[in-house]
């Protein structure tokens, strides 16, 4: 079983940043995929990236690439996504979910799921 918190959600402006966090409990973090999503008020939810358990192992979705960075430390059992130029279009309740998976960008190989952290981008 794995528990997941995202923290770092928040105001922010237009072409600003933002860092969200998930916590992991559990002994065995790094034998999990990583991935964050995230779902816009009246939208699906959508895949942003995902980190394999090699860190070098990573996928962003296209509206997010060159913008976004998912990263991992197995050490502290978190992964973060590093958030700039931010968009308005990037408001969303954002997700970190863990896989047991080495790898995956599908939602539905997810195992475990955050409560999730909401970000609000102003124009």
């Known amino acids: 079983q794995v528990q997941l918190v995202e923290s770092g959600g928040g105001l922010v402006q237009a072409g600003g940043s933002l860092r969200l966090s998930c916590a992991a409990s559990g002994r065995t973090f790094s034998s999990y995929a990583m991935g964050w999503f995230r779902q816009a008020p009246g939208k699906e939810r959508e895949f942003v990236a995902a980190i394999g358990w090699s860190p070098a192992n990573t996928y962003y979705a296209d509206s997010v690439k060159g913008r976004f960075t998912i990263s991992r430390d197995n050490a502290k059992n978190t992964v973060n996504l590093q958030m700039n130029s931010l968009k308005p279009d990037d408001t969303a309740v954002y997700y970190c979910?863990?896989?047991?998976?080495?790898?995956?960008?599908?939602?539905?190989?997810?195992?475990?799921w955050g409560q999730g952290t909401e970000v609000t981008v102003s124009s």
């Open positions: 979910a863990a896989s047991r998976l080495s790898f995956t960008t599908h939602d539905s190989n997810y195992d475990y």
